[in-house]
């Protein structure tokens, strides 16, 4: 493969890598930003405190991150594997 082809697969990589870092730490923003602004109009503070009922629409945000975190690393593994061998 020529060099154009590997450098498209790391930066498919490296885009993939700093999507997955973007998605986790928006996650962690916005699980802060719902808890910190629903605690005022809450009538029972142990859910308050304890979090529950969990809300796994909030965790979403974190799982994708992940999966993308694990796409992208994989993706530059490989792009450079063939870049190293091409």
Known sequence: MPSV????ILAMGGF???LGVIL????????A???????????DIKESFTRDPERPW??????GGKISLIV?????????ILWLTG
């Open 33 to 43: 930003r719902y808890y910190d602004s629903i605690l005022l109009t809450r009538r």
């Open 58 to 63: 909030l965790g979403a945000w974190q799982v």
């Open 72 to 80: 992208g690393i994989v993706i530059l593994i490989i792009g450079g």
């Open 5 to 8: 082809a590997h450098q498209a």
């Open 24 to 31: 986790i730490i928006w996650n962690r923003r916005e699980k």
């Open 16 to 18: 993939f890598l700093l």
